[in-house]
C-alpha cells in the first residue's frame, strides 16, 4: 500500500516536473487570462481582430462568444499572461 | 499631433494634481518582415505617451483624469521593399493600430469606494475585423454588383464605468457594472457585371454595444483566509440573447500566508460557464476548478526563490502553468531576476526564459536590461481557422534602457529594444520583427 502511494506520489511529480507536454491540448479548453500576470495594458485588446477582448478591473477578460483562437493577443502579450 | 500637445499640457499642468504620473517617448522603429522573396521594411517616428492623475475636489470627492497615447504598436510597410511592385505589403493583417485612450471620472470615498467614469478609444489605422456578430446585411446591393465582401473596421470604442466596493466589517460588496459601445464602418463591396471591376457600393457605420456586470461578495474570516462568490455577466445589447455570457465562481483564498521564511499564497476556485455561442464553438461550459499556489522562499537577505503553479480542470479539459524564478535585490535597488515558465494542456502551449537586470551604476544612473524567448510547441495547436499542422511561434525580446534621475521623481531614459518573431508566410497571426530606439521623460508623484 506504502509502495503504491509512494509509486503514485513519484509519477505525479516526475509528470509536473518534465514539461514535455504530454498533456494533450483538450478540445474543448478555451484561453485563460493569468490575473496574477496580466496588468491590464490592453495590448491585446488592439490586436484582436475579432472585438473579443475587454479590460474589466484591470484585467483583461476574453469573450469566449466572440473569440476565434488566432492567437494574436497570445504573441503580443508582454508578460505572457495569456495560453 | 494633437494628442501630444494634450500630453504637454498635462505635464505643466501636473503640479496641480494630488498624485500623477507621466511618461512620454519618442520612438524610431524600423520593422521586417519576409515573405517569399519579398523582404518588407519600414521605419517610423511613433509616439507613447502616458498620464494619469487625480484631482482633489474635497476630502471625499476626486476627479480621475487619464490619457495615452500609444503609436508604438504601428508598423506600415510603405518604406523601399526589395522588389517596387512589392512596395505595399499583401498582408494588411501585419499592419498595427495606434490609439488614443482618454478618460475622465469622479471618485466618491464614504461608503466605501465609489466610481463613474467614462472612456474613449479611438482607433487609427485598425485593422480590419471579421466579426460575425455584426448585423452586415444592411441594404440590398444593386442589381449592377455581385456582392464581393465586407469590409469592418472598428473606429472608436466608449466605456461607461460604475464602481462601487463597500466594506461592512469583515466582508464587501462589489458592483462592477460596465457600457462598451463599438463604433465600426462596413464597406460593402461588389464587382460591376458590365465594367467587370471590383468597388465598394455602399459605406455604413453602426454600434454594437454590451454591458458586461460583475458582483462579488467576499467573507475575510482571517487576514490571511477569505471566502468569496461572484457573477460576470456579459449582456449582448444588439437583441443577440446567443452571445451572452454567464460565469459563476466561489472562491477560497489564503494570501501571503508566512511559515518560516516562506512567503505562500495559494486560491482554490470553482466555476460554472453559461453560453450558447460557447457550447456552439465547442469550449468547456459547466463547472470546472482552479488551483493557484505561489510561494516565495527567502535564501538569504535579498535573495529569493519564487515558485508558481495553477491548474485549470474541467470536463475534457486540463490545464497546467509552472513558473520558477529567481531573484537577487541589492540595497541600492539594483536587481537580477531569471526565470522559466511553461503552460502545457492548453490551445498555445508555450515555454519561455527570461533575465531582467537593474544595475544602479551611480545613485542618480541605472541601466536596466530585459531579455526574453518564447517558444509554441506545434504539438497544441488547435485552431479552427486553418491547417493548423506545424504552427509554432518564437519571440525573442532584447531590451536596454538607460535612466538619469534630475530629483527623486523626474528622469530622463532612453534605450533600444528589438522583437523577434519568426516568420510564417500567409499566416494572419504573424507579426513582423522589429526594433526601435527610444528618448523620453517619467515623472511620478504619489
Same mark, same amino acid.
Do not use: M, R
Given at each position: 500500500m506504502k509502495k503504491n502511494l509512494r509509486s503514485a506520489v513519484v509519477f505525479i511529480l516526475l509528470c509536473l516536473g #518534465?514539461? $514535455?507536454? #504530454?498533456v494533450n491540448p483538450s478540445k474543448e479548453s478555451f484561453l485563460t487570462v493569468e490575473e496574477t500576470s496580466c496588468?491590464? =495594458?490592453g495590448a491585446c485588446v488592439k490586436v484582436c481582430k475579432y472585438d473579443a477582448i475587454t479590460i474589466i478591473g484591470n484585467k483583461a477578460v476574453i469573450d469566449p462568444s466572440k =473569440? $476565434?483562437? #488566432?492567437g494574436r493577443c497570445v504573441k503580443v502579450c508582454p508578460y505572457d499572461a495569456i495560453h | 499631433m494633437k494628442q501630444a500637445a494634450v500630453l504637454a499640457i498635462f505635464f505643466l499642468a501636473a !503640479? /496641480?494634481?494630488?498624485d500623477y504620473q507621466f511618461e512620454f517617448k519618442g520612438y524610431d522603429v524600423l520593422g521586417e518582415s519576409r515573405s517569399g522573396s519579398g523582404v518588407y521594411k519600414s521605419n517610423a517616428g511613433l509616439l507613447y505617451g502616458v498620464f494619469n492623475a487625480t484631482l482633489p475636489l474635497s476630502p471625499a470627492w476626486d476627479i480621475l483624469l487619464s490619457e495615452e497615447l500609444d503609436d508604438v504598436l504601428r508598423l506600415s510597410y510603405d518604406g523601399p521593399a526589395a522588389n517596387p511592385v512589392d512596395r505595399?505589403? !499583401?498582408?494588411?493583417?501585419?499592419k498595427l493600430p495606434s490609439s488614443n485612450n482618454v478618460a475622465a471620472g469622479l471618485r466618491f470615498t464614504g461608503l466605501g469606494t465609489l466610481s463613474l467614469s467614462f472612456k474613449n478609444m479611438e482607433y487609427w489605422d485598425a485593422l480590419p475585423i471579421y466579426p460575425?456578430?455584426?448585423?452586415?446585411? %444592411?441594404v440590398s446591393a444593386d442589381p449592377n454588383y455581385v456582392w464581393s465582401g465586407d469590409m469592418v473596421k472598428r473606429q472608436s470604442r466608449n466605456n461607461i464605468n460604475a464602481y462601487w466596493l463597500i466594506p461592512i466589517s469583515d466582508f464587501s460588496v462589489l458592483a462592477d457594472i460596465n457600457y462598451f459601445g463599438l463604433n465600426y464602418s462596413l464597406d460593402q463591396g461588389g464587382a460591376n457585371? +458590365?465594367?467587370f471591376t471590383d468597388t465598394v457600393f455602399g459605406s455604413w457605420s453602426g454600434t454594437y454595444q454590451d454591458l458586461w456586470s460583475r458582483f462579488s461578495l467576499g467573507w475575510a474570516i482571517d487576514p490571511a483566509f477569505n471566502l468569496s462568490a461572484g457573477v460576470l455577466n456579459k449582456s449582448d445589447?444588439?437583441? +443577440?440573447?446567443? %452571445?451572452d455570457l454567464h460565469r459563476y465562481t466561489v472562491q477560497m483564498k489564503g494570501n501571503q500566508v508566512t511559515l518560516g521564511d516562506n512567503n505562500f499564497t495559494w486560491s482554490l476556485s470553482g466555476r460554472w460557464y453559461e453560453s450558447e455561442q460557447m457550447k456552439e464553438n465547442g469550449f468547456a461550459v459547466g463547472p470546472g476548478a482552479l488551483l493557484y499556489a505561489r510561494d516565495v522562499f527567502t535564501l538569504d537577505r535579498g535573495l529569493f526563490l519564487k515558485g508558481s503553479m495553477s491548474l485549470e480542470v474541467g470536463h475534457n479539459l486540463y490545464k497546467e502553468r509552472f513558473e520558477f524564478a529567481f531573484r537577487k535585490a541589492w540595497e541600492n535597488e539594483s536587481s537580477v531576476e531569471t526565470g522559466y515558465f511553461t503552460n502545457q494542456g492548453g490551445l498555445f502551449p508555450t515555454q519561455g526564459l527570461y533575465l531582467r537586470t537593474k544595475n544602479y551604476l551611480t545613485p542618480r544612473f541605472s541601466v536596466s536590461t530585459d531579455s526574453k524567448s518564447v517558444y509554441e510547441g506545434p504539438e497544441g495547436f488547435y485552431s479552427? /481557422?486553418? +491547417? !493548423?499542422?506545424g504552427i509554432r511561434f518564437i519571440k525573442a525580446i532584447g531590451a536596454i534602457e538607460g535612466a538619469f534621475s534630475i530629483s527623486k521623481h523626474f528622469e530622463f531614459l532612453g534605450g533600444v529594444d528589438y522583437t523577434y518573431y519568426n516568420s510564417m508566410a500567409f499566416e494572419d497571426t504573424d507579426f513582423p520583427s522589429r526594433g526601435g530606439v527610444y528618448l523620453g521623460v517619467r515623472t511620478w508623484v504619489q
Open positions: #518534465c514539461f $514535455q507536454g #504530454c496588468i491590464g =495594458c =473569440c $476565434q483562437l #488566432c | !503640479p /496641480l494634481f494630488a505595399i505589403s !499583401p498582408f494588411s493583417e501585419k460575425e456578430f455584426l448585423q452586415t446585411n %444592411y457585371i +458590365n465594367t445589447l444588439n437583441d +443577440n440573447s446567443k %452571445y479552427k /481557422l486553418i +491547417n !493548423p499542422d
